[in-house]
Structure formats: C-alpha cells, structure tokens
C-alpha cells in the first residue's frame, strides 16, 4: 500500500473535506442571526392633546408644568409639531420667553438641553463650544424662527456675556 498521497489527491481530499465540514458546521449554526435582547416597552405614545398643553405650560406655566410632570413624568422631552417645521419643546417655549425659572426647573427634571436654553441661561461655555465646533449655530433658527441672539437677549442679565459674545461674531 503506497504511504504518500499525490498533489492532485491531497487537493481532492482537501477540497472534499473543506466542503463536508462547511456542511456541518451549517447544521450546528443556528438558522437565524442571534437575537437582540427585547426593548423595553416604552407604553403608548403621549396623546397629542398633552404634549401640546405642555409644550404652551411650558411658556409661562411653572406650577402647570410641574403638574403635568407629576403625573406623566415622560412628557418632559415631549415635541410639537406647530407645522412646516416648525418643532418645540416645553424647555424651547421657556427659552424663548426667557423664563429661566422655567427651564431650570425642566433641565433638573430631566429635559434635554440646547443651545437655545444655554443661551437664554447666560451658559457661556456652552454657547461657545457650540459656536466652535459649528459655526453656523449663531444662524440656525430654534422654535418659531426665533435665533440664538434672541435667546439671549430674552435671558436679561444673567445672560449679558452669551449676547455680547454673539454679538461679537457679526
């Protein structure tokens, strides 16, 4: 019995092993990608009608917004759609208005800040990284068009330095 196998056969072999083995290993591998775990179930959607008083609450309304918090603490992020693009948050609603008292009290329960708020809050480091990193920030336009030296302007004194560095920036 010859001991040594040829090229040609050690090639075949090779090759028919390769594939009985991808064949096998198929079978072991499960059919389907491995599943993610589950996402929380997030309940349903707020109703519209809730967000939309929030996001008025959030204008001018302390004690409204602190009610309404209390009893559907998720609201906090909620958005309107007043149409054409035109998207707010109970914490823009303050921001613009320069209700201070308002969005503090929103960013402590767990609203998500923006420039438009630092800049009303008189946060000149934020407003200035922003304007570092994205030079256009000083044009973008928040809820209702209102732009940044707006915010500002609507922060009183606390915010003087945000508006004099905007302005600074022509």
């Known amino acids: 019995m010859n001991r040594f196998i040829s090229r040609r056969g050690f090639i075949c072999s090779s090759t028919v092993s390769l594939a009985v083995a991808s064949v096998a290993l198929a079978q072991d591998a499960p059919a389907t990608q491995p599943q993610r775990p589950a996402r929380k179930d997030k309940g349903p959607p707020i109703a519209p009608e809730l967000v939309r008083e929030f996001v008025g609450a959030g204008h001018a309304k302390l004690d409204r917004c602190k009610e309404m918090l209390e009893q559907c603490p998720t609201i906090v992020n909620a958005c309107w759609d007043w149409g054409g693009g035109d998207y707010e948050t109970a914490l823009g609603g303050a921001s613009h208005m320069g209700r201070a008292d308002i969005a503090n009290f929103l960013i402590e329960k767990g609203a998500r800040m923006d420039v438009f708020a630092a800049a009303m809050l008189g946060k000149l480091e934020i407003v200035k990284a922003a304007c570092a ?8 336009a928040g809820p209702h068009g209102i732009t940044l030296i707006e915010h500002a302007r609507k922060g009183g004194e606390p915010a003087r330095a945000v508006l004099e560095y905007l302005e600074s920036l022509g």
């Open 133 to 140: 990193t994205f030079p256009n920030t000083r044009e973008v």
